[in-house]
């Protein structure tokens, strides 16, 4: 029963963030729209930032593991338009709101998440020497993962336009030879 009242406060609350702004949103709403009690609500959340964080959470890690491997910075950023796309208004909603740290957190974490990965999977690949790698795996990351994150902010700010999001991936595409920048980045390391 937990379980089901959790999902139901869970569904509730994205389906009101859809319509209305996270400001305009309450347990009141919440409750009344599940035919819960607030006590219900607050058995399973100590207020409405902390449901917020565990969706948020939980739909990051639902990207990462529908997208457990990815084989280029395209993927990346595909990966995490697909994920926005399907939920514009609620995201917009929640990038505009007071929390948009949880947010941007969360987003940042995903796209450190997809840059090792893709630099692990270079290592396997055998195109980069995995020692020159593995010694310079947490400069490079850091530095991809601010370029993606960047991206995906200024998406975020043009309120997740469609052409923006060509423009954005034909950029990636452009950087299609990242694993050979990456390459030469670390080979001018030694």
């Given amino acids: ?3 089901f009242t959790q999902g ?3 569904s509730t609350f994205l389906r009101l963030l859809e319509e209305r702004r996270l400001s305009d949103i309450t347990v009141k709403n919440i409750v009344e729209e599940c035919g819960i009690n607030r006590n219900s609500f607050y058995y399973h959340y100590r207020d409405l930032p902390s449901l917020l964080e565990e969706i948020i959470r939980e739909e990051s890690d639902a990207v990462i593991q529908k997208y ?3 084989n280029s910075i395209v993927e990346c950023f595909d990966a995490v338009e697909e994920f926005a796309s399907n939920r514009k208004r609620a995201i917009m909603h929640i ?5 948009r740290d949880v ?3 969360y ?3 995903t796209g450190e998440y997809f840059i090792s990965h893709y630099i692990d999977a270079l290592a396997v690949g055998g195109e980069i020497d995995r020692e020159l790698i593995e010694r310079n795996k947490h400069l490079i990351v850091e530095y991809y993962k601010c370029l ?3 991206i995906i902010i200024e998406w975020l700010e043009c309120g997740m336009d469609d052409e923006k999001a060509k423009e954005f991936r034909r950029i990636f595409r452009l950087k299609a030879d990242t694993a050979d920048e990456i390459a030469e980045i670390i080979r001018s390391q030694l």
């Avoid at 990038?95 to 929390?99: F, K």
């Fill in 1 to 3: 029963m937990a379980n």
């Fill in 107 to 109: 987003l940042m974490q």
């Fill in 148 to 150: 993606f994150f960047g």
């Fill in 95 to 99: 990038y505009r709101s007071v929390s």
């Fill in 68 to 70: 457990s491997s990815v």
């Fill in 103 to 105: 947010f941007e957190r």
């Fill in 8 to 10: 139901a406060i869970k």
